[in-house]
């Protein structure tokens, strides 16, 4: 560790002029010190005097005698608190500005001597001090009040605490050091309240906490114990030569240790590859006399010596320094530790290990983005919103490649693995597979940091990361995956045709736009799953920065979507050249830049409805509606009012989503929700003048939710509304004036209103009068009276309807009204329910006929089988004739079967052309009836054009017709075949005839040769011999 003395910061008095405590602020922009007089003087980060106060007496009416004996900041660097020996400890609240204004906001009284002081880091509201008497206190912020965490016999020497905060030591005046651990949600350990760490040899005034646990005092003895109490090492100094050690402080990492002697101070160092400390050797500083305080600065390089007779001095901390590239100073002030400054500006941030691992490389990307290696991790950095990450890593430097297109993600692509980091998150954000590293092909959208919640006291808050983290990649070069990064769950898979050669989310995530090798561009829904083709070719395409309007170019058109909600309305604008970039300034104009060539010309995009998006997202629904009715009414802004109206419904903006139905030319909707506004107003009105009246929302009111409730269609639920506040008659005339009467009479017997009966009468004779006999039917039948309503239900044309009464209610009625019922299905051609009818009532017989009237046969066989089984088969057959004349002949077959009618189930095979099925039935039958030889026949001939010869020449012969089987043969040149046939079946002389008429034909066709193969078959060499002499 190299200290080079930068600045002195007040000099050194000539008398005793002890500086009680030095502290440097969390954030690096303050140092405190607490000199003799009881002031504290604030120094900025560069050691310019800024601004002092006066600190208080425990009793203002007394006089200042106190001491200060300890002081420091609170770690959000807002607060300043300070132990003064009488009895008192007091927290200042600074604020964050030189010019913020400072006050006491806590005092913490006690009954002895306050000795020491700490703040542990990420405590916001609990400081830690020690008292004469031996006792640990935590003092609370939010209560003003204290707690003793452990108490001991001797008197608090010195408190430290650990750099994670969750963990503190103190020491004794006998020598002892205990230690105290806080559970991990902050709250103080009860199940062992503390442990005496060790019993040092000499009362251990410089205490400290780093790597490891450091006491040293009067015996010039630096001792190193590790959290458990056993004793790593120690440095033995003469008393001659160091008289004493003052105080200790531990650099930020932990790993570099200052103690303060006389005239000097030591410097120590901790190795991490021995796991050793080492003496890296003393500083002298002659007359500076005793060491009284040492300060640390947060980030680690800077550290304020301050003595015994008021001198205050800084030093610059650091293990080696370089620059980068000239652009970047790299200081590092630990082997875990590297401040990185820029040249240019002077802006730092502190690249720090949280694991203690030593960094090995460090890089800048872009001018912009920090990567460093260690031996097992991986930091990443981005200069401009200072925020740091440091996640697992194996691999070995060097081989990964980093892509920094997105300002809040950054991608390492390692051995065929995409992995996520975002900034400020010290854990991998995602990991996806793929092969398709373009930045073109990759779009990962984080939704931004919302503000930092805190408690009543200001104090942050520690919230559950809610925020959408999406991804969009290519698993292959025609399959986009989206995948939510939170839950490391798809939320879709989109499939193409072609290959994709670029993609990209909206901000929100909510929408995916993709182009193919084609050039075609789609937008993809991931909410509802559904795509959309915007153009059929694109050139250019790009969402406009912090928004949700797309611009992309077709040719000679320039094509933007205000509300991509409604993909078919698209503003075109006709432009020369190509798009190259779109452009929005912080003024608040939006650009597209388009080279034509010879120079490049800026069309400007509407900004009102650009904002109108950006108003939307951030729920600025009044903003939203101001804009829109800046515009001229056009397809895109219709599009936006009706999305708009949406969204002001379900949020409960009903003045909003009026206005919104206005503009869109609803009327209806419109003057509903004017009504219900009204009935708010007068709800708060009347709320107010009661006595007791306070703020009230008027959309609470009954009134109001009902009404909501009728406009969004649920109508029994504003009927609970209106019933839960006794308001019957109110939600009987709502039923009444949707004209559901039945709904109103049910509601009325259902509360025994008074007028039920009345109502349920007028509204019986009102449907018989305007003919709706089948709901004055259906009133009848839940009254049971059954003769009114089979009554009714035939007087209006639906026997089916009085059919099922009698059926299922076995009502007893007269045998003139089930002819009826009969009778009007009959009419009304509804044969089945008219057979239905019969078969309930046992009238089987004109339950057989009604169903073959209507076709119903398979309820008429079934029918039959049971009652009339001799029936069937003229059944089966009327089934089989129907079957054919709806052209349904192949299920005839069976029918026909079952019928006995083997000759129609035949033909209908035949008909068919199932001629399997027409063997089978044609060779159960007699094969000598001419009937059957008929369709041997036709089989025969069947087989023949299949070319099935053996099938064809076996039917030939059982119908007969051998001298068929013969040509057939004979047409195919199979003459062995023809002559065998022939030779079985027919004489000399037939067979003799047949092939000299054969012959003949051959030979008139010009086949010569079959036609003397014919001729000397049969003996007849003459024949053949004038043939050729013929010919």
């Given at each position: 560790?190299?200290?080079?003395?930068?600045?002195?910061?007040?000099?050194?008095?000539?008398?005793?002029?002890?500086?009680?405590?030095?502290?440097?602020?969390?954030?690096?922009?303050?140092?405190?010190?607490?000199?003799?007089n009881?002031?504290?003087?604030?120094?900025?980060?560069?050691?310019?005097?800024?601004?002092?106060?006066?600190?208080?007496?425990?009793?203002?009416?007394?006089?200042?005698?106190?001491v200060?004996?300890?002081?420091?900041?609170?770690?959000?660097?807002?607060k300043?608190a300070?132990?003064?020996?009488?009895?008192?400890?007091?927290?200042?609240?600074?604020?964050?500005?030189w010019?913020?204004?400072?006050?006491?906001?806590?005092?913490?009284?006690?009954?002895?001597?306050?000795?020491?002081?700490?703040?542990?880091?990420?405590?916001?509201?609990?400081?830690?001090?020690?008292?004469a008497?031996?006792?640990?206190?935590?003092?609370?912020?939010?209560?003003?009040?204290?707690?003793?965490l452990?108490?001991?016999?001797?008197?608090v020497?010195?408190?430290?605490?650990?750099?994670?905060?969750?963990?503190?030591?103190?020491?004794?005046?006998?020598?002892?050091?205990?230690?105290?651990?806080?559970?991990?949600?902050?709250?103080?350990?009860?199940?062992v309240?503390?442990?005496?760490?060790?019993?040092?040899?000499?009362?251990?005034?410089?205490?400290?906490?780093?790597?490891?646990?450091?006491?040293?005092g009067?015996d010039?003895?630096?001792?190193?114990?590790?959290?458990?109490?056993?004793?790593?090492?120690?440095?033995?100094?003469?008393?001659?030569?160091?008289?004493?050690?003052?105080?200790?402080?531990?650099?930020?990492?932990?790993?570099?240790?200052?103690?303060?002697?006389?005239?000097?101070?030591?410097v120590?160092?901790?190795?991490?590859?021995?796991?050793?400390?080492?003496?890296?050797?003393?500083?002298?500083?002659?007359?500076?006399?005793?060491?009284t305080?040492?300060?640390?600065?947060?980030?680690?390089?800077?550290?304020?010596?301050?003595?015994?007779?008021?001198?205050?001095?800084?030093?610059?901390?650091?293990?080696?320094?370089?620059?980068?590239?000239?652009?970047?100073?790299?200081?590092?002030?630990?082997?875990?530790?590297?401040?990185?400054k820029?040249?240019?500006?002077?802006?730092r941030?502190?690249?720090?290990?949280?694991?203690?691992?030593?960094?090995?490389?460090?890089n800048?990307?872009?001018?912009?983005?920090l990567?460093?290696?260690?031996?097992?991790?991986?930091?990443?950095?981005?200069?401009?919103?200072?925020?740091?990450?440091?996640?697992?890593?194996?691999?070995?430097?060097?081989h990964?490649?980093?892509?920094?297109?997105?300002?809040?993600?950054?991608?390492?692509?390692?051995?065929?693995?995409?992995?996520?980091?975002?900034?400020?998150?010290?854990?991998?954000?995602?990991?996806?597979?793929?092969?398709?590293?373009?930045?073109?092909?990759?779009?990962?959208?984080?939704?931004?940091?919302?503000?930092q919640?805190?408690?009543?006291?200001?104090?942050?808050?520690?919230?559950?990361?809610?925020?959408?983290?999406?991804?969009?990649?290519?698993?292959?070069r025609?399959?986009?995956?989206i995948?939510?990064?939170?839950?490391?769950?798809?939320e879709?898979?989109?499939?193409?045709?072609?290959?994709?050669?670029?993609?990209?989310?909206?901000?929100?995530?909510?929408?995916?736009?993709?182009?193919?090798?084609?050039?075609?561009?789609?937008?993809?829904?991931?909410?509802?799953?559904?795509?959309?083709?915007?153009?059929?070719?694109?050139?250019?395409?790009?969402?406009?920065?912090?928004?949700?309007?797309?611009?992309?170019?077709?040719?000679?058109?320039?094509?933007?979507?205000?509300?991509?909600?409604?993909?078919?309305?698209?503003a075109?604008?006709?432009?020369?050249?190509?798009?190259?970039?779109?452009e929005?300034?912080?003024?608040?104009?939006?650009?597209?830049?388009?080279?034509?060539?010879?120079?490049?010309?800026?069309?400007?995009?509407?900004?009102?409805?650009?904002?109108?998006?950006?108003?939307?997202d951030?729920?600025?629904?009044?903003?939203?509606?101001?804009?829109?009715?800046?515009?001229?009414?056009?397809?895109?802004?219709?599009?936006?009012?009706?999305?708009?109206?949406?969204?002001?419904?379900?949020?409960?903006?009903?003045?909003?989503?009026?206005?919104?139905?206005?503009?869109?030319?609803?009327?209806?909707?419109?003057?509903?929700?004017?009504?219900?506004?009204?009935?708010?107003?007068?709800?708060?009105?009347?709320?107010?003048?009661?006595?007791?009246?306070?703020?009230?929302?008027?959309?609470?009111?009954?009134?109001?939710?009902?009404?909501?409730?009728?406009?969004?269609?649920?109508?029994?639920?504003?009927?609970?509304?209106?019933?839960?506040?006794?308001?019957?008659?109110?939600?009987?005339?709502?039923w009444?004036?949707?004209?559901r009467?039945?709904?109103?009479?049910?509601?009325?017997?259902?509360?025994?209103h008074?007028?039920?009966?009345?109502?349920?009468?007028k509204?019986?004779?009102?449907?018989?009068?305007?003919?709706?006999?089948?709901?004055?039917?259906?009133?009848?039948?839940r009254?049971?009276?059954?003769?009114?309503?089979?009554?009714?239900?035939?007087?209006?044309?639906?026997?089916?309807?009085?059919?099922?009464?009698?059926?299922?209610k076995?009502?007893?009625?007269?045998?003139?009204?089930?002819?009826?019922?009969?009778?009007?299905?009959?009419?009304?051609?509804?044969?089945?329910?008219?057979?239905?009818?019969?078969?309930?009532?046992?009238?089987?017989?004109?339950?057989?006929?009604?169903?073959?009237?209507?076709?119903?046969?398979?309820?008429?066989?079934?029918?039959?089988?049971?009652?009339?089984?001799?029936?069937?088969?003229?059944?089966?057959?009327?089934?089989?004739?129907?079957?054919?004349?709806?052209?349904?002949?192949?299920?005839?077959?069976?029918?026909?079967?079952?019928?006995?009618?083997?000759?129609?189930?035949?033909?209908?095979?035949?008909?068919?052309?199932?001629?399997?099925?027409?063997?089978?039935?044609?060779?159960?039958?007699d094969?000598?009836?001419?009937?059957?030889?008929?369709?041997?026949?036709?089989?025969?001939?069947?087989?023949?054009?299949?070319?099935?010869?053996?099938?064809?020449?076996?039917?030939?012969?059982?119908?007969?017709l051998?001298?068929?089987?013969?040509?057939?043969?004979?047409?195919?040149?199979?003459?062995?075949s023809?002559?065998?046939?022939?030779?079985?079946?027919?004489?000399?002389?037939?067979?003799?005839?047949?092939?000299?008429?054969?012959?003949?034909?051959?030979?008139v066709?010009?086949?010569?040769?079959?036609?003397?193969?014919?001729?000397?078959k049969?003996?007849?060499?003459?024949?053949?011999?004038?043939?050729?002499?013929?010919?």
């Amino acid at each position: 560790m190299q200290l080079r003395c930068m600045k002195n910061l007040q000099p050194a008095q000539p008398t005793l002029a002890r500086i009680a405590a030095s502290t440097w602020s969390p954030n690096n922009k303050r140092l405190a010190i607490a000199d003799h007089n009881r002031f504290v003087h604030l120094f900025d980060e560069n050691g310019e005097r800024r601004d002092k106060f006066a600190t208080k007496a425990a009793d203002p009416k007394a006089a200042k005698t106190y001491v200060i004996r300890g002081m420091q900041f609170s770690p959000d660097s807002t607060k300043l608190a300070i132990a003064q020996s009488d009895n008192i400890v007091f927290v200042y609240k600074l604020g964050l500005d030189w010019g913020d204004k400072k006050s006491i906001c806590n005092k913490f009284q006690q009954t002895s001597t306050v000795t020491s002081l700490c703040w542990p880091n990420g405590r916001y509201t609990d400081l830690i001090f020690g008292v004469a008497d031996g006792k640990v206190k935590m003092g609370f912020l939010k209560t003003n009040k204290s707690q003793t965490l452990y108490s001991t016999d001797s008197y608090v020497v010195a408190i430290a605490a650990s750099a994670d905060g969750l963990g503190i030591v103190s020491g004794h005046l006998d020598g002892s050091v205990y230690r105290y651990f806080f559970n991990d949600d902050g709250t103080a350990t009860t199940a062992v309240t503390h442990a005496k760490l060790a019993h040092h040899p000499c009362v251990p005034y410089a205490l400290a906490w780093g790597e490891h646990i450091v006491a040293c005092g009067n015996d010039c003895k630096v001792v190193f114990y590790d959290r458990m109490g056993s004793q790593l090492q120690h440095f033995d100094y003469p008393m001659t030569e160091e008289k004493e050690f003052t105080c200790a402080q531990f650099n930020p990492s932990g790993q570099c240790l200052i103690v303060g002697a006389w005239n000097k101070f030591r410097v120590y160092t901790y190795n991490p590859r021995t796991a050793k400390w080492e003496d890296a050797g003393a500083k002298p500083v002659p007359n500076m006399y005793s060491v009284t305080s040492l300060g640390w600065k947060a980030d680690g390089s800077r550290l304020v010596v301050t003595s015994l007779c008021g001198a205050v001095d800084m030093y610059d901390a650091c293990i080696r320094r370089y620059r980068y590239k000239g652009k970047f100073e790299f200081t590092y002030v630990s082997h875990s530790t590297v401040i990185v400054k820029r040249l240019s500006t002077g802006t730092r941030i502190v690249l720090k290990s949280q694991f203690g691992y030593e960094i090995l490389k460090v890089n800048v990307y872009q001018d912009r983005y920090l990567v460093a290696h260690t031996d097992t991790t991986l930091l990443m950095g981005d200069l401009v919103t200072c925020k740091l990450s440091e996640v697992q890593w194996n691999s070995s430097a060097g081989h990964e490649k980093f892509f920094f297109d997105n300002p809040q993600v950054c991608m390492v692509y390692h051995a065929g693995e995409l992995t996520l980091v975002e900034y400020g998150r010290n854990d991998i954000l995602g990991v996806c597979r793929t092969e398709n590293i373009s930045t073109h092909l990759i779009s990962v959208r984080v939704e931004e940091d919302h503000a930092q919640a805190v408690d009543i006291d200001g104090m942050p808050l520690v919230e559950e990361d809610k925020r959408k983290k999406t991804i969009a990649y290519l698993i292959d070069r025609q399959t986009i995956r989206i995948l939510d990064l939170v839950t490391q769950a798809p939320e879709a898979t989109v499939w193409h045709t072609t290959k994709i050669d670029w993609l990209e989310l909206n901000r929100r995530a909510t929408k995916l736009l993709f182009r193919d090798k084609n050039r075609q561009l789609f937008l993809y829904n991931i909410a509802t799953q559904e795509r959309s083709t915007l153009l059929n070719f694109c050139s250019y395409v790009q969402w406009v920065p912090d928004s949700d309007v797309v611009v992309a170019q077709n040719r000679g058109d320039l094509c933007v979507w205000y509300s991509i909600d409604t993909p078919d309305r698209v503003a075109i604008v006709p432009i020369k050249g190509q798009v190259e970039d779109i452009e929005r300034t912080p003024g608040g104009k939006t650009e597209v830049v388009v080279d034509e060539g010879v120079h490049t010309v800026a069309y400007g995009l509407d900004e009102a409805l650009i904002e109108f998006g950006n108003a939307m997202d951030q729920r600025e629904y009044e903003r939203a509606c101001h804009l829109l009715e800046q515009i001229t009414l056009t397809p895109e802004t219709e599009a936006m009012w009706q999305n708009l109206s949406q969204v002001a419904l379900q949020e409960g903006r009903m003045p909003i989503a009026e206005r919104c139905f206005a503009a869109l030319g609803d009327v209806s909707k419109a003057r509903a929700l004017n009504t219900i506004n009204d009935l708010a107003a007068r709800a708060e009105q009347e709320q107010k003048s009661q006595p007791d009246g306070g703020h009230y929302n008027g959309y609470t009111h009954y009134t109001v939710r009902s009404a909501l409730a009728i406009l969004h269609g649920e109508f029994k639920k504003a009927e609970q509304i209106l019933v839960e506040q006794n308001k019957v008659e109110e939600a009987m005339a709502m039923w009444e004036e949707l004209h559901r009467f039945d709904e109103s009479i049910e509601l009325a017997a259902a509360k025994g209103h008074p007028q039920a009966d009345s109502l349920k009468d007028k509204y019986f004779e009102w449907l018989v009068e305007q003919g709706q006999e089948e709901k004055a039917g259906e009133m009848r039948e839940r009254e049971q009276r059954y003769d009114e309503a089979i009554n009714l239900y035939l007087q209006g044309g639906l026997p089916a309807r009085a059919a099922l009464v009698v059926t299922t209610k076995h009502v007893q009625v007269r045998s003139q009204m089930l002819e009826a019922i009969a009778s009007s299905l009959m009419k009304a051609g509804m044969y089945e329910k008219a057979g239905d009818f019969f078969e309930r009532l046992n009238m089987d017989e004109r339950a057989i006929e009604a169903y073959k009237k209507g076709h119903a046969f398979r309820r008429a066989v079934e029918l039959s089988r049971k009652k009339f089984p001799g029936y069937v088969v003229t059944l089966e057959e009327a089934w089989g004739d129907w079957l054919v004349s709806q052209k349904q002949i192949d299920q005839a077959i069976n029918h026909y079967i079952e019928g006995n009618q083997y000759v129609k189930a035949i033909e209908a095979a035949i008909t068919s052309r199932q001629w399997a099925k027409a063997v089978q039935i044609v060779d159960t039958q007699d094969p000598n009836d001419p009937i059957t030889k008929k369709f041997y026949k036709l089989i025969a001939s069947h087989y023949e054009d299949s070319r099935q010869h053996a099938e064809a020449e076996k039917y030939y012969i059982k119908s007969g017709l051998r001298q068929e089987a013969v040509e057939m043969y004979t047409r195919n040149n199979m003459w062995e075949s023809a002559h065998r046939v022939a030779k079985m079946y027919m004489s000399e002389q037939e067979i003799a005839a047949l092939y000299i008429n054969q012959a003949q034909q051959l030979e008139v066709s010009g086949k010569y040769k079959e036609a003397e193969r014919l001729y000397l078959k049969v003996n007849e060499p003459d024949l053949a011999i004038h043939m050729y002499k013929k010919a």
